[in-house]
């Protein structure tokens, strides 16, 4: 590989001239340069405004919401007793309930087993119902009476001689019964606690044990697991009677098999959650608050957008300074679209025609501002409000503003909306852009190459010629001497 040095056979600086020349050839470069970072800025200030039309999108569709119009709220005046939720159709009322009760479930323990003792063989029924006649306890009047519910009895065999409580209680949870199997284990030995899986009188249960030795009254064996009171079979200790719920409403009385009342009244739920000493005041009205939240965050979300396009728009003469979008068309209609989206009608026909009827109002800077008293006054007309924002006759000019401006984001959003179309604008400048810059560099590089070529011939033949010129001038000098002498 051969060592290029020019300019020594000629003196000159070529690596300097050619820098010089070639710098000349990128000047384009830097105006591409500059172009490029201007539509950088453009596609990013083009995203946050994407992000915050979606944003307004998304507070419009709030109140465009019908739905959020009617939600209610359920008032107690014992929160520790009586607690509930409503929905849109619950309607305004009050009343006052008492709870005398609360539901549970069945339970029943065994006698005392030796710890890890056998347990006996046979097979265990068991049906879920409800026991009836007094509370079926030795001091109760009456025979009991089991009504069996509308699950199958459950059968569960026991055939292993050395089964140990432990092993039937798993063999009782795994048969999935509607009960509940424990094993409690202390000083005295183990005990085997049965307990139904839900609340209610309908929850009970009875367990019927066939023994194996033959006899399922003795006391012994596999029947000190029964409880069946309806048939003289007590080997397991009644603990707890399964109940419902007993509680009134107005004085009028109603129960649950749990502590939930969902049917009582049309759309609400009341839960209940202890006895009440006094009746506990309970009502339900319109949720305007949740409403009132929505309208706040509209008018926030619109703020942001409305002051990201002054900014991205402005001109400042003062420092000659631009915003990113300055003198771009498509932002600037933007800006106008909304403004006048957002100061025009709302639903034609209502108590309330635009937004400053209900005290929300633009403000010098293009800003939204509420008067808290005027939207205090409004919102006590929520009907009305849902009117004006919600609603929607399929795109006519009888929407609700919140469903217009819904509806003109949705088409910025889309694939052929507004964004998608100035983005694949401004991707497809930069590209051109890059190509333009690779051109500039391409070019001055072979221009480059070429001048070097030029130059390196010239320092060669201006080389050769001062080597010619000392030459002559030797000669000279020599001719003269001799002449002289």
Do not use: C, H
């Amino acid at each position: 590989m051969g060592i290029s040095s020019p300019g020594i056979g000629s003196g000159l600086d070529i690596q300097g001239i050619v820098a010089k020349l070639v710098a000349l050839e990128k000047q384009p470069l830097q105006q591409l340069q500059v172009k490029a970072s201007g539509l950088s800025a453009k596609l990013s200030a083009y995203g946050q405004l994407k992000s915050q039309i979606a944003n307004l999108q998304d507070q419009a569709a709030k109140l465009g919401s019908t739905s959020s119009w009617e939600t209610m709220s359920v008032k107690s005046s014992n929160a520790g007793a009586v607690v509930g939720t409503a929905t849109s159709a619950a309607a305004p009322t009050a009343f006052s309930m008492e709870v005398s009760q609360l539901a549970r479930a069945q339970s029943a323990g065994s006698a005392v087993f030796g710890t890890g003792a056998a347990v006996g063989t046979g097979t265990l029924k068991i049906q879920l119902g409800a026991w009836s006649k007094g509370d079926f306890t030795p001091e109760a009047d009456g025979t009991a009476v089991f009504a069996p519910g509308a699950d199958p009895e459950v059968s569960i065999d026991i055939t292993a001689a050395d089964d140990t409580l432990a092993k039937v209680a798993a063999k009782i949870n795994a048969a999935n019964a509607g009960v509940n199997a424990t094993v409690l284990r202390d000083a005295s030995g183990e005990r085997l606690l049965m307990r139904s899986s839900a609340t209610g009188e309908e929850s009970g249960f009875r367990i019927q044990a066939t023994d194996d030795d033959g006899n399922n009254t003795d006391g012994a064996g596999l029947s000190r697991l029964a409880f069946d009171p309806e048939n003289a079979t007590d080997g397991l200790l009644l603990t707890q009677i399964a109940r419902d719920t007993l509680a009134t409403i107005n004085g009028v009385e109603v129960k649950s098999k749990n502590t939930t009342f969902a049917d009582a009244i049309e759309g609400l739920t009341l839960t209940v959650a202890q006895v009440t000493t006094a009746p506990v005041e309970v009502s339900i009205q319109r949720d305007t608050a949740g409403a009132r939240a929505n309208i706040t965050a509209f008018i926030d979300s619109y703020n942001a957008l409305n002051n990201a396009l002054a900014a991205m728009t402005r001109y400042n003469p003062a420092d000659k300074s631009a915003g990113t979008l300055q003198g771009d068309s498509t932002a600037v209609s933007l800006q106008s679209a909304l403004r006048q989206l957002v100061g025009g009608m709302g639903a034609p026909g209502g108590e309330f025609g635009r937004l400053s009827d209900i005290g929300v109002q633009f403000q010098a800077d293009g800003t939204l501002k509420a008067d808290a008293t005027k939207l205090d006054a409004a919102m006590a007309k929520p009907d009305a409000l849902k009117a004006f924002f919600a609603t929607d006759e399929e795109g006519t000019a009888s929407d609700g503003m919140a469903t217009r401006i819904k509806d003109f984001a949705a088409g910025m959003l889309g694939v052929d909306g507004l964004f998608a179309t100035k983005t694949k604008f401004i991707e497809g400048a930069v590209k051109r852009n890059t190509d333009d810059q690779q051109r500039v560099a391409d070019r001055a590089s072979r221009r480059e190459e070429q001048l070097l070529a030029q130059y390196n011939r010239l320092d060669v033949n201006l080389g050769k010629l001062s080597a010619l010129n000392a030459y002559i001038t030797q000669q000279v000098t020599q001719w003269n001497k001799r002449t002289d002498s």
